[in-house]
């Protein structure tokens, strides 16, 4: 499985972003999946995930209330819609495919990764 993100780049403050994730096959219906960014400097760190029915999602404490995942099972895409963007939400956005069916919030929990995309807040 190989997964592309894309549709980062430069937002101000305050704005809204929607990044996307393919797969390189059709989506397993049996399998949750999950964002993560890392700054400059930090470690990786969860920021939602959904589970294969697209019906629970997860949000890590900082993005709550602003960043809404996804997923298109038609188009074999999960989406991450970014609002009220803050300078600190800065990173490489990066999706991966869960190995279980549920929503998960640690890194182990996941078996594929993409490649990242770049998001940048400018305040």
């Known amino acids: 499985v190989q997964l592309q993100a894309s549709g980062g780049g430069l937002v101000q403050a305050g704005g809204s972003l929607r990044i996307s994730c393919a797969s390189s096959r059709r989506l397993s219906s049996n399998n949750g999946m999950g964002w993560f960014r890392q700054a400059a400097g930090k470690e990786r760190e969860f920021v939602a995930a959904i589970d294969w029915r697209g019906v629970n999602t997860l949000y890590g404490d900082s993005v709550k209330g602003r960043f809404t995942m996804s997923r298109d099972y038609a188009k074999s895409l999960v989406y991450l819609q970014m609002n009220s963007l803050k300078p600190e939400d800065t990173a490489v956005y990066y999706c991966?495919?869960?190995?279980?069916?549920?929503?998960?919030?640690?890194?182990?929990?996941?078996?594929?990764w993409g490649q990242g995309t770049l998001v940048t807040v400018s305040s």
């Open positions: 991966a495919q869960a190995r279980g069916s549920s929503a998960a919030t640690s890194r182990e929990s996941y078996a594929y």
